[in-house]
């Protein structure tokens, strides 16, 4: 096997620069000038994308920065020894030992078993002060080279033996000197991972266990980490009093710990404040009222309760809509698409013809009279069909807004209130605004209902007949009596008016949807833009094709953000990590099919430039795709309905114009805006993934 770390890998006592970014490039010019990278750029661009993530910086004045990259061709160790100290965010202060490990994306088990091993022996004083005493590069490789020969052996299905007395591994008999304490001791397990999976996830791991030993605490770790898990025993989890979850991650197999108290925080605590967490874990599991990993089932109500104590309002109102549009979507994608194959199928007249075709006839008895334009007979009866089902599920839209927005307020009671508070909305013509207020109120009255206090024998009737009673009541009535008229006024001057811009007015109109929906990618303001788009759906027709136009522009606006990431990855590769290079890959097929969360990944990593250039980008196509006139009787689906939109190659022609823009204009900005204050300051020790 290659050894992992060579003399012309270490770098003794020199200055390497002032931030994490100049050490992290120097280390990976290094691993490429020794064959073992095959470029300098894209393997720091992964590395310091990394480090962006989580700082590596841990207790002793050690630093790890490390990343799995496409451009490693062999695993390797790089190590320099600073004459000036660099903070990579540990608590104590600036690194002047650094180790940077650089693994291939395909890493094979062996070396990432030894790699992990190396993270560990760094938390060991004698080792560490060894390395500082080294006086040449072959000390060092000698050194490292054994505490990885010298660290116990991993087992074969993951990461049996931690290298620290008093950790015992799932599923083997109590070591010696651990009976005398036994009895009395506190039982906990953990769970330790990191997103690369190579340092940080048995650094933790060792680091809890020799705190626990030092408090008397059995305390039994499950790595998650790349080198493989071995799962804990069943019976060891049921026997622990109190569980910590050490992550960056999700945890594999949570649902093993339902009901155990537990600590949640990013892995690097774990190296940081081992002692303090055992502390808390062992506090959790003497309070009756701690936090517990959740049941995923019954108790699932309660738990997502205990979750959301701490939002504010206008985090539960965006979650509120996001659940109810999310919820919506189906009933609008499924039925616009029926809709536009029935006009496909049936002609544009069918709206004429379908009700009295879907009635009086079948397949065996195909109608007479139909549009001119439909494909004979037999076209214009599927095409009645499907759009008449088409019809109906978009009729579905205003009540499972509403529905679901009660839902995600007042979980299954709240279903009902809002369904038939979205209907009176339908049925008012408030549209999906009075579906936003009707699920909101059906929601809040379903929810406060059932927080009181009643008689046990109540308490089975509340959730299926005293709440869907009481809510729909209230909300409908209100909505009826109060609230309907002046939203149906709103929407009706709100449809009025946009539908009737023409002109530069269009255009405006193209451009202000074009920035909603690049501004949050799924967010509120997208599904604001999106749900009026589809709401006005009902009122397209021949004569007025306002409502088509509008639903090409926030169309062809949603596909700009994902193409144009996955345009700007293979443009300049460099700029990207290898996470987000892949994620490009999947961002065109997210893209063509309208799927703006496709840019997700890209708009966390770097908020500051990708969203502006979205927003961009996306006002201009909204804007050229009002400008031609494009029309899309199709809600969803994007470049894969070309059959339900007018004027195709005008609709493409906005998208590309677009998606170039926004690619060229991230590129210029992770070039060159705010590049140098970005590397210069360190991660913060506490800016790491919550649970």
């Known amino acids: 096997m290659t050894q992992l770390i060579t003399p012309q890998l270490v770098t003794l006592d020199q200055n390497l620069g002032d931030s994490p970014a100049d050490v992290i490039r120097v280390l990976a010019g290094k691993v490429a000038a020794a064959g073992r990278a095959s470029e300098v750029e894209g393997l720091f661009t992964d590395a310091f994308a990394r480090e962006q993530k989580t700082a590596t910086g841990v207790p002793g004045g050690i630093a790890i920065p490390h990343c799995r990259s496409a451009a490693v061709t062999e695993p390797a160790l790089a190590m320099a020894r600073l004459s000036h100290k660099v903070d990579f965010g540990a608590k104590d202060g600036p690194a002047d030992l650094i180790f940077f490990i650089a693994a291939p994306d395909g890493a094979d088990q062996e070396h990432l078993k030894l790699l992990s091993k190396l993270a560990r022996s760094l938390i060991k004083k004698d080792f560490t002060a060894a390395l500082r005493a080294a006086s040449s590069e072959q000390e060092i490789v000698d050194l490292v080279d054994g505490a990885i020969g010298d660290a116990p052996k991993t087992s074969e299905a993951g990461d049996g033996g931690r290298g620290v007395v008093g950790h015992r591994e799932a599923g083997t008999t109590p070591i010696a000197g651990e009976a005398s304490n036994a009895p009395a001791a506190k039982r906990i397990v953990a769970v330790t991972a990191c997103p690369t999976g190579i340092a940080h996830t048995y650094m933790a791991a060792d680091s809890l266990v020799a705190a626990a030993k030092e408090m008397g605490v059995d305390l039994q770790v499950e790595t998650q980490g790349s080198s493989g898990a071995k799962p804990l025993d069943p019976a060891v989890i049921a026997a622990a009093d109190a569980v910590i979850f050490a992550v960056d991650v999700d945890v594999r197999g949570k649902e093993r710990f339902a009901g155990k108290p537990v600590i949640n925080a990013p892995v690097k605590r774990g190296i940081d404040e081992p002692t303090k967490m055992v502390q808390e874990a062992l506090a959790a599991a003497e309070d009756p009222h701690a936090r517990r990993v959740p049941h995923f089932g ?330 031609f006139g494009v029309t899309s009787k199709a809600p969803h689906g994007g470049l894969f309905v070309f059959f339900a939109i007018d004027n195709f190659v005008l609709f493409f022609l906005s998208i590309a114009v677009g998606v170039v823009i926004t690619a060229l204009l991230v590129i210029a900005l992770k070039r060159w805006a705010v590049r140098k204050p970005v590397e210069a300051e360190p991660v913060p020790a506490t800016a790491t993934a919550s649970v």
């Open 298 to 627: 019954a108790e699932e109500q309660a738990e997502r309760a205990e979750e959301e104590k701490g939002e504010h309002i206008g985090q539960k109102l965006k979650r509120a809509l996001l659940t109810g549009v999310s919820y919506m979507i189906p009933f609008v994608a499924g039925g616009g698409l029926l809709i536009a194959l029935g006009f496909l199928m049936g002609g544009y007249l069918i709206t004429s013809f379908a009700d009295k075709i879907v009635v009086e006839n079948s397949i065996f008895n195909l109608p007479t009279e139909f549009p001119d334009n439909a494909w004979g007979p037999l076209g214009a009866y599927i095409g009645a069909v499907l759009f008449k089902i088409g019809a109906l599920s978009l009729g579905f839209l205003v009540p499972a807004l509403a529905g679901y927005i009660a839902y995600a307020i007042a979980d299954r009671p709240g279903i009902a209130p809002g369904f038939v508070a979205g209907a009176v909305s339908g049925f008012m013509g408030a549209g999906f605004l009075g579906g936003i207020v009707g699920g909101l109120l059906a929601g809040y009255v379903a929810y406060q209902i059932g927080k009181l206090d009643v008689p046990r024998w109540l308490r089975g009737l509340m959730p299926v007949v005293i709440i869907p009673l009481i809510a729909s009541l209230v909300a409908s009535g209100l909505m009826f009596l109060i609230l309907g008229a002046p939203i149906v006024a709103l929407t009706n001057a709100l449809n009025t008016g946009l539908s009737s811009l023409t002109g530069a007015g269009a255009v405006v109109l193209g451009i202000i949807l074009g920035l909603m929906m690049c501004f949050d990618l799924g967010g509120p303001v997208n599904k604001v833009a999106y749900a009026f788009a589809v709401a006005g759906l009902g009122a397209a027709s021949v004569t007025n094709q306002a409502p088509w136009q509008i639903m090409a522009a926030v169309m062809a606006a949603g596909m700009v953000p994902p193409l144009a990431m996955a345009l700007a990855t293979v443009l300049d590769k460099k700029l990207f990590s290898l996470a987000e290079r892949e994620n490009g890959k999947a961002a065109w097929l997210l893209g063509a099919s309208f799927i703006s969360e496709g840019a997700i990944p890209f708009a966390a990593a770097d908020p500051l430039r990708v969203i502006p250039a979205s927003m961009v980008g996306g006002a201009v196509t909204g804007a050229l795709s009002m400008a």
